[in-house]
């Protein structure tokens, strides 16, 4: 059987469960392992026993048929784009990118050069979120009327210090919501459907060292009709369970964390557990799907297959998170879709003063 080789292109906190998928799949192999700090993909390449870069480049020459984009925001169109050119296929971490202009510019190099482009987003692949999803799309929970998302997360100071790109509006691309809400942005956008417009706000009330924000709420009106809230922040005073209500006129379908509860007028509710056997690799609010992901990943492109989220599903969530930005960053205007975002935009710095 033909086997995929594998390249990883960053290895830094999340690139473990990267490893870990790549290694334990009976249909990839490992030949290489990248970083710009020598000593991460060193440490990697005697872990896994595979030769090592520190310029990606020299990684794709190797000809690998996928490479994985486990880097800062800001360089993964960069990559992305160059492997799409020598024609190996791609499978990033979420964000795809910071703006939509490098996120078009990602979709456009692949079709060009007929790769697969994915992007992760593992916990659409959760027990609870296909049970929402289902809820909604087989009928049971009626038209939807509205949605609701929180995510009231910590990250302090010393936790932006730690690191050399994060609060930045160029290299993070954002705060709170580009890095920890998306994920549960992207599962309001997926289940409850496209987005019409939406308003929205975006401050920095607590960081003393970052440009970005740490808090942002927005209103939301998606093309059926259904009204949606979302109030995101990374200054409460823990990792609170991420929480995603969908309202339909036959009950609600509710995600906490990693568990669903849907209760139907007139019948018991139905709870949700995640799977009991995934093993929990890196933080446990990363969930245990990135595995399920990206087994798929390399089964749909041996097959030949089209992947479920590829870059145009990837960008949707990003296109929700730039929407608010831009909304957030011009007085609350309302923002319609298809966000045609202004060449360059950028927020600006909201450093304290
Ligand atoms: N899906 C999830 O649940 C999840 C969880 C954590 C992080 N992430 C995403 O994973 C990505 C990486 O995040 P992280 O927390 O691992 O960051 P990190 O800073 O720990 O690691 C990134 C690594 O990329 C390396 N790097 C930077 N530029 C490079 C380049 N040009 N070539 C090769 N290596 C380069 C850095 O040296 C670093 O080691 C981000 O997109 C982040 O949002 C996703």
């Not at 799949?25 to 490992?30: C, T």
């Not at 730690?162 to 609060?167: A, E, L, N, P, Q």
């Not at 409850?192 to 987005?195: N, S």
């Given at each position: 059987m033909k086997k995929l080789k594998v390249a990883i292109i960053g290895c830094g906190n999340v690139s473990k469960v990267h490893f870990a998928a790549t290694t334990t799949?009976?249909?990839?192999?490992?030949i290489a392992v990248c970083d710009i700090k020598e000593d991460r993909a060193q440490s990697a390449s005697a872990k896994y026993g595979v030769p090592y870069y520190t310029d990606y480049e020299e990684a794709l020459a190797l000809g690998p048929d996928i490479i994985h984009v486990c880097t800062p925001h800001h360089n993964h169109a960069e990559i992305a784009i160059a492997a799409a050119k020598r024609g190996i296929h791609i499978l990033t971490e979420k964000?795809?990118?910071?703006t939509l202009h490098d996120a078009d510019r990602m979709i456009r190099a692949a079709e060009d050069n007929k790769v697969t482009l994915g992007v992760i987003?593992?916990?659409?692949?959760n027990p609870s979120s296909l049970a929402i999803k289902e809820a909604v799309t087989s009928g049971a929970l009626g038209k939807v009327l509205g949605g609701r998302l929180f995510v009231t997360w910590l990250r302090d100071d010393e936790y932006y210090s730690?690191?050399?790109?994060?609060?930045t509006w160029d290299m993070e691309g954002g705060g709170v919501l580009i890095d920890q809400a998306i994920h549960t942005m992207d599962l309001m956008q997926w289940i409850?459907?496209?987005?019409d417009s939406l308003e929205g706000s975006i401050h920095?009330?607590?960081?003393?060292?970052?440009?970005?924000?740490d808090v942002a709420e927005a209103t939301i009106v998606f093309q059926n009709g259904a009204i949606g809230s979302l109030y995101a922040c990374n200054f409460y005073t823990y990792d609170a369970d991420v929480f995603l209500e969908v309202h339909g006129e036959n009950g609600v379908a509710r995600l906490e964390k990693d568990r669903a509860i849907i209760r139907l007028q007139g019948q018991p509710d139905k709870v949700i557990f995640p799977e009991g056997d995934g093993e929990v690799i890196g933080?446990?609010?990363?969930?245990?799907?990135h595995k399920t992901q990206i087994d798929e990943f390399y089964d749909d492109v041996l097959a030949g297959r089209p992947v479920k989220i590829d870059g145009v599903a990837g960008r949707k969530a990003l296109e929700f998170v730039r929407a608010i930005y831009y909304s957030g960053t011009h007085n609350g205007e309302r923002v319609t879709f298809p966000f045609a975002e202004p060449r360059g935009f950028t927020p600006p710095s909201l450093t304290r003063k």
């Open positions: 799949n009976p249909s990839a192999q490992l964000p795809m990118a910071v987003f593992q916990n659409r692949y730690k690191s050399d790109w994060k609060g409850m459907g496209p987005i920095n009330r607590t960081h003393d060292i970052i440009h970005v924000e933080k446990s609010y990363w969930g245990v799907s």
